[in-house]
């Protein structure tokens, strides 16, 4: 599957087998991570990856999923079976949300590429998870992707409406609404009108 294909079949997964990550696989997702681009080559991202079922126990409850399905977060048989936690290192650079954007993507594509699906969380306890994976005060959790093989298998649809909500639908598969190609795409100007 050659990369376009693979980021049109990607999709967030919230429902995982109860199957291990490998962790050489975890290994090249976070090395994945480390080359990809980085403003200014300042390289200010760190990661933590926790695979342990007893530290995966303790970082759970301090992230929130879905927030656009009313009550709904992952049963203890569907977690996520491991989770990479992009950090900023705040001394190399105060803030890199580009940065952080592209090294989960890439953590998201290598996992992908050997059937392993994902979750980005930006929903954090910060306190908690500060304390829970010992992170010093100078480094900042950005961003979480939880990993596992999926145990769903959601779809990308067209927009109706103005809606961006995905939602379940009869049988229970997640619908992930997407803005049209025509919608956002523009050729040369946005507008046909020149430029005053
Ligand atoms: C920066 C960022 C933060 C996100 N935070 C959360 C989150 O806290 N919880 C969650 O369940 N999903 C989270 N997501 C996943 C989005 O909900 C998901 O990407 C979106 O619904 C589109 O679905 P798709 O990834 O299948 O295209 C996040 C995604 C991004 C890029």
Redesign the pocket.
Known sequence: MNVYELIQK???I?RFEQKPVPKDLLERCVNAARIGPSGANLQPLEYIVVSEPEQCQQVFPH??????LPDWSPSPEERAMAYIFILINRELRANAPMDV?IA?ENITLVALAEGVGS??????DDDALRKVLAVPQDCEIS?MVALGYPAEQ?Q?VGMTGDSIK?YRDEDGTLK?P?RALADVLHWQRYTEDAAE
Do not use: E, I
């Open positions: 990607r999709r967030t919230r992230t929130a999923w879905a927030g656009y954007g989960a979750c980005m969380v930006g929903s954090l961003l959601p990308m995905y992930v997407k």
